[in-house]
């Protein structure tokens, strides 16, 4: 396979305004607030349909994870120091879970080592990383293209691999398009010592692999290919 170049987009496109960024995350705290008082209303009632519990129930792990987003944009440079274990197999499947809301086209999810393993972050920054490159993947592969996750340890790291029948990162890169959620996710996840690689498979598809750093037993990161 070929390596294709991480490009980072335009200046314009990099362009961030800070101030209106953060205006919009304070704007929204409120409604997101409602949203949640309201789910959690409406499922005390016992009454309810499992159907509609069901729903109600994603509808109120969606608004936590919009939530989630305001306070890591507000916090700002601040978000990074709170880094902590993380989950990284149950992070990949909420991520799934929550992208899988919005497609019709099941996303192929392979864990074939299911033990617990831990990466030092800020697991809301991970998971807008992890979620950037799997909302990209679906866009690109359209209603009815195939978007496969797969997750393994390579040495001292967690390798996430992603990969679509679109052009993905690699189209929109390559293409001179806008390169500014390649740059975030690249940011995200420098700061807890991970990288993205994109490659061009040989059947044409688009694979973008996460690499990130595993806990070791005495808390330290590993690293690795």
């Known amino acids: 396979m070929d390596r294709e170049p991480a490009a980072l987009g335009s200046q314009q496109d990099g362009r961030q305004r800070p101030g209106t960024v953060r205006q919009a995350a304070h704007d929204l705290r409120q409604p997101v607030a409602a949203v949640l008082a309201v789910a959690s209303a409406a499922l ?15 509808i109120e792990a969606q608004a936590q994870w919009i939530s989630k987003i305001v306070q890591d944009m507000l916090a700002g440079p601040a978000a990074v120091l709170g880094a902590e274990p993380v989950d990284i197999g149950r992070l990949v499947r909420d991520a799934v879970d929550s992208e899988q809301l919005t497609r019709t086209q099941p996303i192929g999810l392979d864990q074939p080592d299911q033990a617990p393993r831990y ?54 890169t390559a293409g001179g398009g806008t390169g500014i959620g390649l740059r975030i996710t690249q940011e995200m996840l420098a700061e807890c010592g991970g990288r993205l690689e994109v490659d061009r498979l040989a059947s044409g598809q688009t694979l973008v692999r996460l690499l990130l750093p595993i806990m070791t037993a005495g808390g330290q990161a590993g690293g690795g290919r």
């Open 119 to 172: 990466v030092m972050a800020a697991e809301t920054r991970l998971r807008r990383a992890l979620a950037n490159v799997l909302a990209n993947a679906t866009h690109a592969a359209g209603p009815h293209g195939r978007v496969q996750l797969t997750e393994r340890v390579n040495g001292g790291a967690e390798v996430i691999e992603i990969s679509d029948d679109g052009p993905g990162f690699g189209a929109a």
């Open 44 to 58: 005390a009632d016992p009454q309810l349909p499992d159907r509609v519990r069901r729903c109600l129930e994603q």
